[in-house]
T-cell receptor
Framework: SQTIHQWPATLVQPVGSPLSLECTVEGTSNPNLYWYRQAAGRGLQLLFYSVGIGQISSEVPQNLSASRPQDRQFILSSKKLLLSDSGFYLC???????????FGPGTRLTVT | DQQVKQNSPSLSVQEGRISILNCDYTNSMFDYFLWYKKYPAEGPTFLISISSIKDKNEDGRFTVFLNKSAKHLSLHIVPSQPGDSAVYFCAARGSGTYKYIFGTGTRLKVLA
């Protein structure tokens, strides 16, 4: 069965600092990978998705970027954080065929 | 432009009664719909899904109904239990894509 790891679990960063969030997947190969953000009182916003190594599709123009250096590794980055980047970041993959998405435990990011 | 909408931010139901959560969408090209349950500080967990070629799918206490002409789907939980208290998200997948669009969520509270 698939397992998604995300770290760190929580993070407090000052405005203007860099960011790196990591997601790794076990138990599958060549998964589709996704980054979502849930801001306070908001729904789940799709940020990036990837269907293979080096293939990244961006859904929202912003100061975040994503990379997929390995098949089962997905990284979310920023060079300079904004207050509006605060939120709950979720990594997801497909499970049970191409339809059902399976989410990791999430990273709570607070930008101060 | 919110393509998937959950117009009720919250819902309270007595234990044992039916909970009905609603979701509306605007894109007729969505071909697959999913419901997720989310507890605070955790990733969403998959509940139930329905293909656009069906109008009903049932799994235990959970039933999803799809009305394509109205671009509306609903999740019925019968009987509701206190452990069902959570935020529920509906999501839709664009036909032939890997993208999932989520609604803003409905917070369900089941009262004992």
């Amino acid at each position: 069965s698939q397992t998604i790891h995300q770290w760190p679990a929580t993070l407090v960063q000052p405005v203007g600092s860099p960011l790196s969030l990591e997601c790794t997947v076990e138990g599958t190969s060549n998964p589709n990978l996704y980054w979502y953000r849930q801001a306070a009182g908001r729904g789940l916003q799709l940020l990036f998705y990837s269907v293979g190594i080096g293939q990244i599709s961006s859904e929202v123009p912003q100061n975040l970027s994503a990379s997929r250096p390995q098949d089962r590794q997905f990284i979310l980055s920023s060079k300079k954080l904004l207050l509006s980047d605060s939120g709950f970041y979720l990594c997801a993959t497909n499970r049970g065929g191409p339809y059902e998405q399976y989410f990791g435990p999430g990273t709570r990011l607070t930008v101060t | 432009d919110q393509q998937v909408k959950q117009n009720s931010p919250s819902l309270s139901v007595q234990e044992g009664r039916i909970s009905i959560l609603n979701c509306d969408y605007t894109n007729s090209m969505f071909d697959y719909f999913l419901w997720y349950k989310k507890y605070p500080a955790e990733g969403p967990t998959f509940l139930i899904s329905i293909s656009s070629i069906k109008d009903k799918n049932e799994d235990g206490r959970f039933t999803v109904f799809l009305n394509k002409s109205a671009k509306h789907l609903s999740l019925h939980i019968v009987p509701s239990q206190p452990g069902d208290s959570a935020v529920y998200f509906c999501a839709a997948r664009g036909s032939g894509t890997y993208k999932y669009i989520f609604g803003t969520g409905t917070r369900l509270k089941v009262l004992a």
